[in-house]
């Protein structure tokens, strides 16, 4: 039982990813064509998992090789225009044991790392993962890094 929800969850959140692609694409668009301050070392790109049925709550970030925020402005995508997962699908009981949170972040960071790339920003080095975790997936590589190596990778000036 598990497995074949698991299958339909998936399969609904990317049917919801494809409709609200077009809007995303756009907002790609416009970030490819943004310059970057000069202490810009990456972009950060977080979202809070416990938000996606009641917005889209992804932010990026300009930061330093500190790891420190370059303005508090950020840049929040989709914002007030849908939301990550539909509450049907993500609030729907009989996908509780699948974890909806974790399988629609992994969904969520494929997504858009393929968004991103498709692109093809002329933007430092970018990471998306959970606020606050520890590890952060790769946008041009779609790999998974830590924090220590993403700030290692800032402070040696190297790009992904």
């Known amino acids: 039982m598990g497995e074949d929800d698991k299958k339909e969850f998936v399969e609904r959140v990317r049917r919801h990813f494809q409709e609200i692609t077009p809007q995303l694409n ?28 009641e917005e889209f709550f992804v932010a990026m970030w300009e930061m330093d ?6 303005d ?57 993962g959970q606020h606050d975790d520890y590890f952060k997936t790769d946008l041009a590589t779609s790999g998974q890094v830590n924090w220590d190596s993403i700030l290692a990778r800032a402070k040696a000036g190297l790009a992904s």
């Open 72 to 128: 508090r402005e950020g840049h929040w995508f989709l914002k007030g225009r849908t939301v990550v997962v539909p509450s049907e699908i993500y609030d729907d009981e009989k996908y509780e044991v699948i974890e909806p949170g974790e399988t629609a972040s992994e969904l969520l960071e494929q997504w858009f790392a393929q968004a991103w790339r498709a692109h093809g920003p002329k933007a430092p080095p970018a990471y998306i």
């Open 26 to 53: 756009r907002e790609m668009a416009m970030i490819a064509e943004l310059s970057w301050e000069e202490e810009t070392s990456f972009l950060l790109i977080e979202y809070d998992a416990s938000q996606f049925s």
């Open 65 to 70: 090789a500190d790891g420190e925020p370059v």
